[in-house]
Structures are given as structure tokens and as C-alpha cells.
């Protein structure tokens, strides 16, 4: 194996089953000492139950090192207190995968806040809270890997899953932030979308896609993500074996003449507006800020 985790300490969240318990089990194989949170709940996020201490046994059988926690990503103390307990018993956190998550679907019609509420809560601010409380350990020990859970309903919308992708997209937004103020402390910021049958797809995968579908095949892309050499602040698609990488892209755009910044022109000019050509990826807000500056510059020139 040539990309190892001897040394490191992982936190997965949401590794009692699917994806989680998947990335948890190849790192600890690959040397990682491995938190197992899970708060063992249904899939709509109520209830709880030792699903994390089953995949630690699993874990320890296999020949690696893990323990696990019961923590809700959604209460401050008991993730503080499991990152505590993380950096007491191995002194460091290196790699934290926001993994947790639940479901609500509904149509936006029917969703009641109460829906809305929760699911914002354990995605985008569990994420948020977990990754608060390992940003001053990896800042102190300059190294630090966060992999974020997105999804394609974040990124691209899904029918019935406003929350949701409100949510995943939200965490896409943390993680765009946090790589730029991580970076001086060499702590990468990743977020994977991942495609896989797991007990929140359990509706949508048939049978015969169910082996093609594995966890198991997101976890290279997830694994590479969190490693020594990892990349920063991409968005990258995983399922199936297959591998992509997302983008968000500014167009040219149009800038409207002095004396004629006007509804008319933004409709007389749309096909400009939105032309494809020439698009960029921005790294940050500030360099958008710089394109609209170069864009009226443009146009004095010219005028
Ligand atoms: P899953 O239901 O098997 O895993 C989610 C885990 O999170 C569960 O084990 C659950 O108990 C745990 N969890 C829920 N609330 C928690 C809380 N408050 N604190 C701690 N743990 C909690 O489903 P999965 O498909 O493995 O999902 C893993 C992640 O991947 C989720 O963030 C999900 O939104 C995301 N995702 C999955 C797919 C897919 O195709 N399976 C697609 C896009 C995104």
C-alpha cells in the first residue's frame, strides 16, 4: 500500500453503517486510528442505538485500531467531548469526515419546518460543529484534512429534498470558506458528492445495481481526499468506481453602458450574459469582485 494512514487519527461521523463504516474500516486498514461516531439513530434521525460499537469490533477484528462514540453531531459538548477524548487517548486529530446525516423528504409544499429544521441541523450545522471542534487542534498541529458530505440534490436539486439539498449545498459553501482559512495551517478542505445503495437510498437503487452501487467503491475518491497529498477546496463525485470533479463557474458576462443600466438591457443582453465561452472557476469571492472590476475597465476602454 503506498498511500497509508500510519500516524494519523481519524474522526468519521456517521460510520455506524454505509459510507461512514466503509471509509472508517479502509482507514484504520490502512493505519489510521479511527473514531467511529454514531449516534445510531433511523433514518429520519430519530432513535439511537451501539451501531458504532458494532463497526469498532469489526474494526479490531481485522487487526486495527478504533473507538467509538455515541455523540450527536448536532450537541456541541458531546462532540467536544469526543474530539477530547480523541486527542487525550491519541494526542491529535488529523482527518475528520463529516459523514452523518438523515432524510426528510417531502415535497416543499408538504414539508413542515420541523422537517426543514432538523435536517439543516445535522448536516450542515453537525458539520459545522464537528469541524469547530477540531480547527484549533489541526491549526496548532498544522495539518489538518476535513472532507464534507455534499450531494447532487445540493449541487444540482432533487424533487422532494429542499431540505436536504438546502443542506448539502450549505456544506459545499463551509467548505469553499474554511480551505481558504485553513490553508496556512496546511489543513485541507474537501467535499465529496457520493452516489451509493446504502440504507438512505434503499428506495431508489433495483437489486440487479445494489453490488455496483457498494460503499465500498466511494471509498478510494473519499480515502484519496483525506490523504497526505490530498488536493483542496474540490468538489468531486464518487459512485460506482467513477470518479468526477464539480465545478462552480462565472461566465464573462455583460457589462451594462453608463446610461443604460436597465432591466431592458439585462433582457436585451441575456444570450451574452449567460454564453458559456470563456468561463472561469473563481477561487474565491474576491476574485469574482476582481472579474466585475477587469469587466467595467473593459468597457471604458472601449467607450
Ligand atoms: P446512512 O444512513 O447509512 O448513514 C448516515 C449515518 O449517520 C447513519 O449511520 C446515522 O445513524 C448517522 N447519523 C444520523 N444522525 C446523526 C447524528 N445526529 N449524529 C451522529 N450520527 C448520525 O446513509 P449513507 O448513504 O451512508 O450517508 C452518508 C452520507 O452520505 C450522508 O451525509 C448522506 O447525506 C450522504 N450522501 C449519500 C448518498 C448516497 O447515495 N448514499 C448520496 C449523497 C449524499
Not at 484534512?145 to 440534490?153: E, K, P, Q, Y
Amino acid at each position: 500500500m503506498s498511500i497509508t494512514f500510519d500516524g494519523r487519527v481519524a474522526i468519521v461521523t456517521g460510520a455506524g453503517g454505509g459510507l461512514g463504516r466503509a471509509y472508517a474500516l479502509e482507514l484504520a486498514r490502512r493505519g489510521a486510528r479511527v473514531v467511529v461516531n454514531d449516534l445510531g439513530g433511523a433514518r429520519d434521525g430519530s432513535g439511537s442505538s451501539d451501531a458504532a460499537a458494532k463497526v469498532v469490533e469489526e474494526i479490531a477484528a481485522a487487526g486495527g485500531t478504533a473507538i467509538a462514540n455515541g455523540a450527536s453531531v448536532t450537541d456541541p459538548e458531546q462532540v467536544e467531548a469526543m474530539v477530547r477524548s480523541a486527542q487525550e487517548t491519541w494526542g491529535g486529530v488529523h482527518i475528520l469526515i463529516n459523514n452523518a446525516g438523515i432524510l426528510r423528504d417531502r415535497s416543499f409544499a408538504k414539508m413542515s419546518a420541523d422537517d426543514f429544521r432538523s435536517v439543516v441541523e445535522v448536516h450542515l450545522l453537525g458539520s459545522a460543529l464537528c469541524t469547530k471542534a477540531v480547527w484549533e487542534i489541526m491549526r496548532a498541529q498544522a495539518y489538518g484534512r476535513i472532507l464534507m458530505t455534499s450531494s447532487s440534490s445540493g449541487l444540482f436539486g432533487n424533487f422532494g429534498q429542499a431540505n436536504y439539498g438546502a443542506a448539502k449545498l450549505g456544506i459545499a459553501g463551509l467548505a469553499r470558506t474554511l480551505h481558504l482559512e485553513g490553508a496556512k495551517y496546511d489543513i485541507r478542505v474537501n467535499t465529496i458528492a457520493p452516489t451509493a445503495a446504502t440504507r438512505m437510498t434503499e428506495d431508489i437503487f433495483p437489486p440487479d445495481m445494489l453490488a455496483l452501487f457498494n460503499p465500498d467503491n466511494v471509498v478510494p475518491a473519499a480515502l484519496y481526499l483525506v490523504s497526505e497529498d490530498a488536493p483542496t477546496n474540490m468538489i468531486v463525485g464518487a459512485g460506482a468506481g467513477v470518479v468526477q470533479a464539480t465545478y462552480v463557474t462565472l461566465t464573462q458576462g455583460y457589462a451594462l453602458p453608463e446610461g443604460r443600466r436597465t432591466v431592458e438591457e439585462v433582457a436585451a443582453n441575456w444570450d451574452r450574459i449567460t454564453d458559456r465561452s470563456g468561463e472561469i472557476v473563481p477561487q474565491s469571492g474576491a476574485e469574482q469582485a476582481m472579474t466585475i472590476l477587469r469587466a467595467l475597465q473593459a468597457t471604458q476602454g472601449t467607450s
